[in-house]
């Protein structure tokens, strides 16, 4: 038997359709970013590890939709899913791929729905998109967009009880994240008509946008690009107690997490005005040391068939 077949078992899922659901969404989620994908599937307990998979699914699912297109055909469609997400979550039910697994794990994990209809009621940041003027604006987006949908996710690790201080690390962790891709995927944003850096730094590093459009390796486009990796790199050091709030079986996870971010900051930082031509990765063998030390700690931990008794940690509430 696989280890997805073991997982789905371990998280008591028995219907044959719904597994081919979840093994759909798993396919989606792994193409996203393979290195957080493997992270998981790694280093989650089994029971745990499809709740994950169907909660990313769904997020990156909804992001496209928000992405994808032209404005007006990318609202429509997002207006649908909308909709139907809201019947799904009313009627207890649904018969869309994406949709079927996430209700499911929702059962299994209650405390994701409240994060379902928090992400729904902010979600159109995204499709409004245009760029940020400040700082301020950066910040703005962090709270109506990237913070609902991460805890998507998180809320799957999260403590029991008070979540305020969870939550608070969260968004101090995505803030760099999001900063990380914002510096590293300059190329394609801009490729797509999307300026991601605050059009104030461009102007205070000496910069603009079309120096960003056409690579140019001026000092203030390396003036910029160091001085937004050195604040996503201060913010990612920033976020590591959000490790010590998240219950044992998660921390491995969450260690590599923020492991791989640091490697992929200094594998930009390497790249410098580069990056205006493509995105850095981080490196393999730094990566591989990365999940093999995890994986170690997580075995420690309990995983696997010994993954139940701690399962219990992080199960919704």
């Known amino acids: 038997m696989s280890a997805w077949n073991q997982a789905l078992d371990a998280a008591d899922i028995r219907d044959p359709g719904l597994r081919d659901d979840y093994t759909r969404q798993r396919e989606l989620a792994a193409r996203f970013k393979r290195s957080a994908y493997l992270a998981a599937r790694l280093l989650l307990p089994r029971p745990l590890f499809p709740h994950v998979v169907a909660a990313t699914a769904f997020m990156h699912h909804s992001d496209n939709l928000l992405d994808s297109g032209p404005l007006d055909d990318r609202t429509g469609a997002y207006a649908a899913w909308e909709r139907q997400v809201r019947d799904g979550l009313a009627d207890r039910d649904s018969a869309h791929p994406v949709l079927r697994p996430l209700l499911h794990t929702i059962s299994a994990h209650p405390r994701l729905r409240g994060h379902v209809e928090d992400y729904l009621r902010t979600a159109r940041a995204d499709l409004d ?22 805890m998507l996710v998180a809320c799957l690790l999260a403590p029991d009880g008070d979540a305020k201080e969870f939550r608070a690390a969260c968004r101090t962790y995505i803030d760099a994240a999001q900063r990380i891709d914002f510096v590293n995927d300059l190329a394609e944003d801009l490729a797509d008509g999307r300026l991601t850096l605050p059009r104030e730094e461009l102007e205070r590093c000496g910069a603009t946008r079309v ?6 390796d001026l000092p203030g486009t390396r003036r910029l690009i160091a001085s937004s990796l050195d604040r996503a790199r201060t913010t990612l050091t920033a976020s590591a107690p959000l490790t010590h709030l998240v219950p044992p079986p998660g921390r491995p996870l969450v260690r590599a997490l923020i492991a791989l971010d640091h490697l992929t900051l200094t594998a930009a930082t390497r790249k410098g005005p580069a990056l205006l031509k493509s995105s850095a990765r981080p490196s393999v063998r730094g990566a591989a040391g990365v999940l093999l030390r995890e994986y170690g700690a997580a075995r420690r931990v309990g995983r696997g068939t010994d993954a139940d008794q701690h399962a219990d940690l992080i199960a919704g509430s």
Do not use: N, V
């Not at 998109?129 to 703005?140: I, M, P, S």
């Not at 120096?211 to 140019?216: G, M, N, P, V, Y």
């Open 211 to 216: 120096d960003l459009e056409q690579a140019r």
């Open 129 to 150: 998109f245009a760029g940020f003027a400040t700082e301020a604006d950066h910040q703005a987006y962090i709270d109506a967009y990237s913070l609902p949908a991460f």
